[in-house]
């Protein structure tokens, strides 16, 4: 595989006709090396439009999820960046390029290591990895940014608190086959915006509640 044309490929066919269009976003792109994120048994569909599988049953987001994420977020240098499930460390190096320090949080430990070794072997700095539960935030502790790399039922009241205000937060929310990604941005103490990005589907995250079930 000519990994540099696949890479090109992956940006110009997938992510940039996704309405990816942000020229630092696409810069990374180029930039992080995607491959260096996946195991090694599944390299070839490193830049493939779908997700890569990781251990434990866990998956890392399509590359065009990703990178919408990203640049939903419109991260600045000076900004602490809360991510809740690490995986392979991949979106963590992304963040960790436009934001001041990046604080991923993965609830499996195995995940965790892969993914502080990841950061560590590609050079990645000012990205943290911790071992984690994710759902609640970090107590104590408030963001500019945060991302959910992974899907969940609804947005807990607690990371919505631990945004700074003016801070913003990425979700895919909802339940298959309907979700969508949410752009939520924080205006004053109780207030918030939020806006519909774009329409997807994403694994769960481990750790957040699910609606209940109807019985009859």
């Known amino acids: 595989m000519n990994v ?21 976003v696409l810069g990374l792109l180029a930039v992080v090396k995607r491959e260096d994120f996946v195991p090694h048994e599944h390299r070839g569909l490193a830049f ?9 049953g866990q998956s890392m987001l399509a590359p065009k999820v990703e990178a919408r994420l990203l640049q939903a977020l419109n991260l600045g240098k000076h900004e602490r960046v809360l991510e809740i499930g690490a995986g392979s460390g991949h979106m963590a190096a992304l963040l960790a390029h436009k934001a001041q ?13 892969r993914a502080r070794m990841n950061l560590q072997r590609a050079a990645v700095l000012h990205a943290e990895v911790r071992c984690a539960d994710g759902s609640q935030g970090v107590p104590g502790e408030s963001f500019d940014a945060i991302v959910l790399s992974g899907s969940v039922a609804e947005l807990p009241a607690a990371l919505l608190a631990s945004l700074r205000i003016g801070g913003r937060l990425v979700a895919i929310v909802g339940t298959q086959p309907v979700m969508r990604a949410l752009l939520v941005t924080r205006r ?3 207030a918030y915006d939020r806006e519909e990005i774009f329409d997807t589907v994403a694994p769960r995250l481990v750790g957040f509640p699910e609606p209940s079930a109807f019985r009859f």
């Open 4 to 24: 540099e044309h696949a890479r090109f490929n992956m940006i110009e066919q997938q992510i940039r006709p996704w309405d990816v269009l942000d020229s630092s």
């Open 101 to 113: 320090l990046v604080l991923s949080l993965e609830i499996r430990p195995a995940l965790a290591e």
């Open 188 to 190: 004053g103490p109780e």
């Open 48 to 56: 493939m439009d779908l997700e890569v599988p990781l251990p434990e």
